[in-house]
């Protein structure tokens, strides 16, 4: 397995835009997180999903923000009418989520940049 | 609420010199986690090392060793006889054992070795 990847690497777009991007877990981990990191901070969770459920969402994860893993393998996190302030590097992490290792690996990140 | 403080911004040291990153948490938890992650320049974030909160046994991988103190919730990174590929931004976080198991991350501490 190569591990978790994520596509695109860059996205540049307009304020008004919408943009979706992508996350391939590790194969068989049923449990699958996004994450924002803005410059200088460390990450933030936004959402996860044990298999295709989307359990809980993190109050930064505005409306215009969409996740979804419909068979509990990708997921897409989908921004609406994308503003300036969601300009951002875009994590995911799975993890096996069973038992006691809850250790998440993460992708290489999208970063948006919103002009 | 969790959270995770690494109050050191940036680090600077020569190579070969030994360097410690500290993190101190808080959790009203009795069962949680503790991690580092590395995240060099290229972006993606490294698993190094996961502790459960009741092994508060040190331990030592190769240069890197961690030293858990449940008494002081801190949970300090000492890398031993630093090399110029160990600069990155290390992250400190903290996870609880049940529920989303998500991640809380401090700020993070940017590590320069200078040749």
């Known amino acids: 397995d190569t591990g978790v990847s994520q596509d695109p690497r860059h996205k540049i777009t307009k304020r008004g835009q919408n943009v979706t991007f992508r996350c391939d877990p590790i194969?068989?981990?049923?449990?699958l997180y996004w994450y924002r990191q803005t410059l200088g901070q460390g990450p933030e969770f936004l959402t996860y999903?044990?298999?295709?459920?989307?359990?809980?969402k993190s109050r930064l994860l505005s409306d215009r923000f969409s996740a979804e893993r419909p068979k509990g393998s990708f997921s897409t996190l989908e921004i609406q009418r994308t503003e300036q302030g969601d300009s951002a590097m875009y994590l995911c992490?799975?993890?096996?989520?069973?038992?006691?290792?809850?250790?998440?690996?993460f992708g290489p990140g999208t970063r948006l940049t919103v002009l | 609420a969790q959270k995770v403080t690494q109050a050191q911004t940036e680090i600077s040291v020569v190579e070969k010199e030994d360097v410690t990153l500290d993190c101190v948490y808080e959790?009203?938890?009795?069962?949680?986690?503790l991690f580092w992650y590395k995240q060099p320049p290229s972006g993606e974030l490294v698993f190094l090392i996961r502790?459960?909160?009741?092994?508060?046994q040190n331990e030592i991988s190769g240069r890197y060793s961690w030293n858990f103190q449940k008494s002081t919730s801190s949970f300090n990174f000492t890398i031993t006889a630093s090399q110029v590929v160990d600069s990155a931004v290390y992250f400190c976080?903290?996870?609880?054992?049940?529920?989303?198991?998500?991640?809380?991350f401090g700020s993070g501490t940017r590590l320069q070795v200078q040749p």
């Open positions: 999903f044990q298999n295709e459920a989307q359990l809980e």
């Open positions: 992490a799975s993890s096996p989520g069973l038992g006691g290792h809850n250790e998440q690996f």
């Open positions: 959790t009203r938890d009795t069962t949680y986690y």
């Open positions: 976080a903290l996870s609880e054992d049940t529920g989303r198991r998500a991640l809380t």
């Open positions: 502790r459960n909160s009741f092994d508060e």
């Open positions: 194969s068989e981990h049923n449990r």
